[in-house]
């Protein structure tokens, strides 16, 4: 089978991230009997320095003539001026909204043969293997008003968290078709104590949950989910909840897998029903642009190469590729090749684009 994909390397560690998950995927076509074609497209701070827009309307157009859009990172110092009228972020929120991509996947799953890796107590971690829907269109991140402006009495700021009921509604039903193909338990993650617009989403959930009798709904606030990820992260399954709370909880759970340079992410722009579905998406790592390491050889290429094998899954309907690498990451970790940033003793050390040539191999090998 043929499919265009668009690739947007973006800022800092971005095109070294990028470049691994390309040749997995160059990898998978070679070995399954594939063939990707690739568009480059710019986003982030390089595209504000070559066209003053954080994302130009090429590249929209490009991603609108793919299959799946697949993409590094943005930002960094240089982009960081506060006053600044854009940033390389707008790229991220223009684009989300301009394809539509609403839902956030984001799993997160301990690898056994990185207990070592994270902070928490192996026992804490060991059987984490939950997934978080993030809303990525909507809430404080697009909501309106939302301006600074100076008074007799000082400056001020407001941004405003605005939900439909439409909104809210799609984002609850990626939730509860995930937890039909798991464990079949949904939380539901609002702040309904003190916001009107959660206890509208709370709402919502209870009525959309008569749909789904096999899955058990329960309701949390975020302060508490934001504690019991770390007191008791094997509890959940599948994590619904809004923009920004998902924002937050995320970078929190990415640390109960190890490090960011673990955690893939899908954005789509439907609702994944069944294992035949496909879903138009933007795939890409939860990390940042780490400038500091950029070109070094240094940046971990897995959660790049896990979003390519998500890509695989749920926008172009190769089940059984997608399965492949993962099994090719598991193996390659299984064997003790570490980044830095998962890096234990005893293990072995290696940089960007060894771990990408060698997970490659092992989907050469038939893993």
Known sequence: ?????????????????????????DEVG????????????????????????????????????????????????????????????????AIRKELGLFANLRPVKMFKVLEDATSLKPEVVRKVDLMVVRELTGGLYFGRPKKRWSTSRGRRAVDSMVYTEEEIERILRVGFELALSRRRRLTSVDKANVLESSRLWRQIAVEVASGYPQVTLDHMLVDACAMRLIRDPAYFDVIVTENMFGDILTDEASMLAGSMGMLPSASLAGIPAGKSSRAFGLYEPIHGSAPDIAGQDLANPIAAILSAAMMLHYSLGLSKEADAVEQAVLKVLDEGYRTKDIMTEGMKQTGTQEMGKTIAHKIKQGI
């Open 1 to 25: 089978m043929n499919f265009n994909i668009a690739i947007l390397p973006g800022d800092g560690v971005g095109p070294d991230v990028t470049n691994e998950a390309r040749r997995v995927l």
């Open 30 to 93: 070679s070995s399954f009997g594939h063939s990707f074609a690739y568009k480059s497209g710019f986003i982030g701070g390089i595209s504000i320095d070559k066209f003053g827009s954080a994302l130009p309307q090429a590249t929209i157009d490009i991603c609108r003539r793919c299959d799946a859009v697949l993409l590094g990172a943005v930002g960094g110092p240089r982009w960081d001026d506060p006053s600044a009228t854009t940033r390389p972020e707008d790229g991220l929120l």
